[in-house]
């Protein structure tokens, strides 16, 4: 049996909370990336007898692949001049790629160790 925390227990319920918050204050918000502006995608390649998984980033089909802001959904001038994330910012909204308070706030997801003395985070259970 898992034992939450105090801790855990206040995120969980906070958690909706900051969502929907932020929600309401950037309605035209990405769904598909949730304003993070990107996805991560994976690709196997061979290695030896085995797969090896690559990972990495791929700009956001409906946001910053169709010259949108990821926060906004204005278009963002002249986006096609930033080779990376980190140099794209919104002039209208001030959405910045290097910036994860610029986001939508994560679900609170916390730890669960398959070890029955221990809490949600992970700690010993006294």
């Known amino acids: 049996m898992y034992t939450h925390t105090p801790e855990c227990l206040q995120k969980q319920s906070e958690s909706p909370h900051k969502r929907n918050v932020w929600q309401s204050?950037?309605?035209f918000f990405c769904h598909t990336c949730e304003a993070v502006?990107?996805?991560e995608?994976?690709?196997?390649?061979p290695y030896g007898s085995?797969?090896?998984?690559?990972?990495f980033d791929e700009w956001c089909p409906d946001c910053l692949d169709a010259g949108l802001c990821p926060r906004c959904g204005k278009s963002i001038p002249q986006l096609e001049d930033a080779s990376d994330i980190s140099q794209v910012l919104c002039?209208?909204?001030?959405w910045?790629?290097?910036?994860a308070e610029d986001t939508?706030?994560?679900?609170?997801?916390?730890y669960h160790d398959e070890i029955d003395s221990m809490d949600c985070n992970?700690?010993?259970i006294d």
């Open 41 to 45: 995608e994976s690709q196997s390649h």
């Open 50 to 55: 085995t797969t090896a998984t690559e990972y």
């Open 104 to 110: 939508m706030p994560a679900v609170y997801r916390c």
């Open 25 to 27: 204050q950037w309605p």
């Open 96 to 99: 910045h790629g290097d910036q």
């Open 122 to 124: 992970g700690q010993p």
């Open 91 to 94: 002039p209208f909204c001030h």
């Open 37 to 39: 502006g990107y996805r």
